[in-house]
T-cell receptor, first 114, second 111 residues
Framework: KAGVTQTPRYLIKTRGQQVTLSCSPI?????VSWYQQTPGQGLQFLFE???????NKGNFPGRFSGRQFSNSRSEMNVSTLELGDSALYLC?????????????FGPGTRLTVL | GQNIDQPTEMTATEGAIVQINCTYQ??????LFWYQQHAGEAPTFLSY????GLEEKGRFSSFLSRSKGYSYLLLKELQMKDSASYLC????????????FGKGTKLSVKP
């Protein structure tokens, strides 16, 4: 079974631009969660999607948004990029997103904002 | 907030045993996960505890005490490839959206 894939793997943008990241979950997984990872803050939850609906949202500004498609693929968008948005963005998929479900992470997208 | 605390860094010798501790706030606890993350790679699942006690899986074991808000990951017969960050994550109920991660413990295994 193929793992979680994320595209692109690396991205360089400038302040004020916007960016869209893509995540394809493991086949059969319906829950996709997004995280931001930085050296100072560690892994921080952005949002979770299940069956095309945002089910949970972390404590990030409205510039961070996402969506999920009917095939469970998900995208996240960051508008008006700031220097502090430079981070590794990870997505993780699980079967149903329940509390005991194991999340499987993709390799991440390394975003650098100049 | 729901802080997850773990040591920032640890060093151990190849072949030895190391214990990585994790403490968390107990209110709303609904399960604890350990993940391993090698530099530049995605986190990979190691273990899940929801009941008190020890879960053993090969060279790795994970322990949980719900009343104390405490868990540890025990790595035996350390190998160089075990050099990685180890992330403790607690589910505070509901779906994956309530999974809170610690900042990770960077383990360095020396020959």
């Amino acid at each position: 079974k193929a793992g979680v894939t994320q595209t692109p793997r690396y991205l360089i943008k400038t302040r004020g631009q916007q960016v869209t990241l893509s995540c394809s979950p493991i086949s059969g997984h319906r829950s996709v969660s997004w995280y931001q990872q930085t050296p100072g803050q560690g892994l921080q939850f952005l949002f979770e999607y299940f069956s095309e609906t945002q089910r949970n949202k972390g404590n990030f500004p409205g510039r961070f948004s996402g969506r999920q498609f009917s095939n469970s693929r998900s995208e996240m968008n960051v508008s008006t990029l700031e220097l502090g948005d430079s981070a590794l963005y990870l997505c993780a998929s699980s079967l149903g997103g329940g509390p005991t479900d194991t999340q499987y992470f993709g390799p991440g997208t390394r975003l650098t904002v100049l | 907030g729901q802080n997850i605390d773990q040591p920032t860094e640890m060093t151990a010798t190849e072949g030895a045993i190391v214990q990585i501790n994790c403490t968390y706030q107990t209110s709303g606890f609904n399960g604890l996960f350990w993940y391993q993350q090698h530099a530049g790679e995605a986190p990979t699942f190691l273990s899940y505890n929801v009941l008190d006690g020890l879960e053993e899986k090969g060279r790795f074991s994970s322990f949980l005490s719900r009343s104390k808000g405490y868990s540890y990951l025990l790595l035996k017969e350390l190998q160089m490839k075990d050099s990685a960050s180890y992330l403790c994550a607690v589910n505070y109920g509901g779906s994956q959206g309530n999974l809170i991660f610690g900042k990770g413990t960077k383990l360095s295994v020396k020959p």
